[in-house]
């Protein structure tokens, strides 16, 4: 069956670090893409970043560059997000998504998500 379920969310100060997990089941991180997306309050879903099956990183939000990291452990079948830096403006719901073939940055084009995770940054 398949599952992308999310840990790691909570309250952090500003500047403090948190990591997210998405552990995949019914599938092989060696098979597809896992990308990053956050919603913050009253506003739509936009992308973070990607890994793909290459372990080739992708960083699509120019506010993250340099703070947040992604990386995969396929003993594990996890993807995670490193965040460090964090700002106020991080605040948000965090979700993993999986597709097929390539890191894109479009939301739609991504065909099972994680239950997401809050992640609030406030001190």
């Known amino acids: 069956q398949l599952h992308l379920v999310q840990s ?19 599938f092989s991180l060696e098979t597809y893409v896992i990308g990053w997306f956050r919603q913050a309050p009253g506003k739509g879903r936009e992308m973070i970043s ?49 597709r097929s073939y390539s890191c894109v940055g479009t939301t739609g084009l991504y065909d099972y998500w994680g239950q997401g995770t809050q992640v609030t940054v406030s001190s």
């Open 8 to 26: 790691g969310g909570g309250l952090e100060q500003p500047g403090g670090s948190l990591r997210l997990s998405c552990a995949a089941s019914g």
């Open 50 to 98: 990607c890994i793909d099956m290459y372990d080739r990183t992708f960083t699509y939000l120019d506010s993250v560059k340099g703070r947040f990291t992604v990386s995969r452990d396929l003993a594990q079948n996890t993807v995670y997000l490193q965040m460090d830096s964090l700002k106020p403006e991080d605040t948000g719901v965090y979700y993993c998504t999986r």
